[in-house]
Structure formats: C-alpha cells, structure tokens
C-alpha cells in the first residue's frame, strides 16, 4: 500500500500459529480485500529466521475500502488455532471480523474500545469438517 494509512486501515496481528496457518489467514483477506493488503516484509522477514520454537506475531495492513463481494468463501484449512488482533476504527475492523467469521470458526475474545479506534482479539480455527 502506498502512502499514509487511512481510518479504513486495519492492522491485523496473528500469533499462536506457524508459517502455514497465517498464510492461510493472510490470503484470506487477500481474497476479501483484494490488493488491499500488506505483509509487514520486515516482520515476516524476522519470523522466518527465529525458527519454529520462537514465538512469533505476523502483520499486515488492509485497507478495507478495497472490500468486493464474493461467493461461497474459501481458504485452506488452518491446522491449528490463530489468534487475530484487529487494531483500527470499529466500522473497517468490523468488515475484516465479519469476513474472517465467513471463512473461520471464530470466536470473539474481547474488544477493547478507544475514542477513535477500536481493538478486537479472535480466535480463529478451523470450520468443523473442515
């Protein structure tokens, strides 16, 4: 994305899962936000030298003015659970929740709300018969 990030930017931060899961997650909102998402290169960078034991945090930028209707939604399975922190104002961190919920089993592990921003903590894991 260039240029200064908006009050239609979410942060989203996932962490508890490997390489593959947040992958998953990521192309997720590839999906829902077209061109409208970043990978933080610098942490994704660091995450792959730590190693599989160290803990680790991906993050990316969406923008979710970049949001289009879809279909039947569809992503790889995660493996595992992912916890999904979702920083920015409550209407755009509402849409990333709300297509995150259409393709994971999510379950909503707080908010916390500021006076122009709002922060949601997810669980995501996978679809049962997934």
């Known amino acids: 994305m260039s240029g200064l990030e908006t009050a239609d930017h979410v942060s989203v931060h996932l962490s508890g899962c490997g390489t593959a899961d947040a992958g998953v997650v990521f192309g997720a ?8 998402t970043e990978p933080d290169a610098s942490r994704s960078a660091a995450a792959q030298k730590t190693g599989e034991g160290a803990a680790t945090m991906w993050c990316t930028v969406v923008d979710a003015r970049t949001r289009t209707p879809r279909g039947a939604p569809s992503a790889a399975p995660l493996t595992g659970g992912v916890v999904a922190d979702l920083f920015g104002a409550a209407d755009p961190v ?7 919920a259409a ?12 006076e122009h921003e709002l922060e949601v903590r997810l669980r995501l894991a996978p679809r049962p018969g997934a």
Request: no cysteine; net charge negative; charged share 25%.
């Open 29 to 36: 909102l590839e999906a829902a936000f077209p061109g409208g």
């Open 94 to 100: 509402r849409q990333v929740e709300e297509e995150l």
């Open 103 to 114: 393709v994971f089993d999510v379950e909503h592990q707080g908010t916390v709300p500021g």
